[in-house]
């Protein structure tokens, strides 16, 4: 039901390689500048929000060179978010990994481990700010009591709303190059 309605809510096709990547979450736009070439495909960040790709490939190629840097950008950009979360509300976990999933925005371990979806990148920032803040909650109640709700309320007040934008159109903000064979 999940992949139904995800496919359901798809953004429209875009002409690949884009022209710009837009990551809301942190209030970004790249822009992806194709400088051509001979060789194999390498991608420059630049400090002008500039992706500047050289050399020439196929599809897959250019899809995973990008997947590539966005997994990257994630890392650093994600962990930080929560981090930031769980001091100021009081939070403690364990680990935080970013992955490409095709169903789940974040989970939480039994032993504190989050994981993160990388898509995440691509949503409102409140709506991050939630998701964070329901995954750090779970670190210290492992299901969705009541307790649990009232310690994501603590941290996010507008959490229902917050939930209910990213279960309805959260993957529509999300390029169909970025989830495609996820």
């Known amino acids: 039901r999940h992949l139904q309605r995800r496919r359901a809510a798809a953004p429209p096709e875009q002409a690949f390689p884009p ?3 837009e ?3 942190l209030g970004e736009r790249w822009r992806v500048f194709v400088a051509g070439g001979a060789g194999r495909l390498r991608l420059r960040q630049r400090d002008d929000r500039l992706l500047e790709v050289r050399g020439s490939g196929d599809f897959a190629q250019w899809r995973r060179l990008l997947l590539r840097w ?3 950008r994630a890392q650093e950009s994600l962990a930080q978010a929560l981090s930031q979360q769980a001091r100021l509300h009081g939070f403690t976990y364990r680990s935080v990994s970013i992955r490409r ?7 939480c371990s ?6 993160l979806n ?3 990148l691509f949503q409102k920032p409140a709506v991050l700010r939630y998701l964070l803040c ?10 969705h009591s009541a307790r649990f709700w009232r310690r994501v309320e603590q941290c996010e007040p507008q959490f229902r709303a917050l939930n209910a934008e990213l279960l309805r159109t959260g993957w529509s903000r999300v390029p169909r190059w970025v989830m495609e064979n996820a």
């Open 19 to 21: 022209t710009h990547v």
């Open 23 to 25: 990551l809301a979450a």
């Open 70 to 72: 966005l997994i990257t």
């Open 101 to 107: 999933q095709r169903t789940r925005w974040g989970s």
């Open 110 to 115: 039994t032993r504190g481990a989050i994981s």
């Open 118 to 120: 990388l898509c995440l």
């Open 134 to 143: 329901h995954e750090l909650s779970h670190t210290e109640h492992m299901n």
